[in-house]
């Protein structure tokens, strides 16, 4: 079957034989570039299939996101119900430590498949998991109905913290620097721009002067949830924070709010709002044309939002 790796010549498909490891096959339909991807790729050759974010179909004819973690349930972090902070689960995410889903198919563990509401297409599906980390990170914050919500850095996960936060029922500003972006951001109900002190910040850009902004636009006593996956180190300065007295929230990935699985809520969500995939995916390439995919994806000056592979 085909798959997508990071070898010595860039960026490659290639062929390898079919997964034969115990679990559920899923024909994949469709999996998005991540910027970790992105990130993966600059390290070098990888031994592994890339792609976390995937959606497909089993042999069954069952249509499902995939979930990329395998908690194990039984260290001390998933028996206290926090499975985003699994002592394992990171090492064997698909598409990280493991086979990912940028290949014709996948074989991953049944608890992982996610089944997927009415209405959501497959093709649009691979949303699901970045949308479940814009989720975590919100019900780590605490967010509510009526909440006034700023989002600085208006990539994809920016822009999907945006996109739950209006589902919450909350008024959003974000901070855009392109125009796809900003586009994006007003289909999804967004106001372009920071305009005020606000209850709920979402970092979402990683860098120096986004945490500064943050905090800047955080109200007294307000949070600022830290959702971008940073790889290089961030200088920041406590004493605006300190003076306001911020509450600062680091959110990872996903797990389970109120007992109920976070990717599955997202699912909902997205199925409820055909608008966020219609505004963040802007580009859709054949699984041979991964080299241009990861090209694309790698230019978010030129339009750049979310890039999808299509096996």
Known sequence: MRCVRSTEQGIDVVEVPAPERDGVRVQVRAASICGTDLELVRLGPLPFTLGHEAAGMTELGSPVAVLPLEYCGTCDRCRAGQTAQCRSAMAGMYGLGTDGAMADEIVVREDTLVPLPHGLDMRDACLVEPLAVALHAANRARLHEGQTVAVVGAGTIGLLCAAVARDIGCEVDIAARHPAQRSAAEAIGARIGLTGQCDVVFEAAGTDSAFAQAVDTCGRGGTIALVATSWRPVTVSFMAAQLAETTLVPA???????????????AGILARHPEIPHALITHRFPLDDAAEAFRVASERAAGAIKVVLEP
């Open 252 to 266: 990872i990935v996903y797990g389970h709010c109120d007992g109920l699985r976070e990717f599955d809520a997202a």
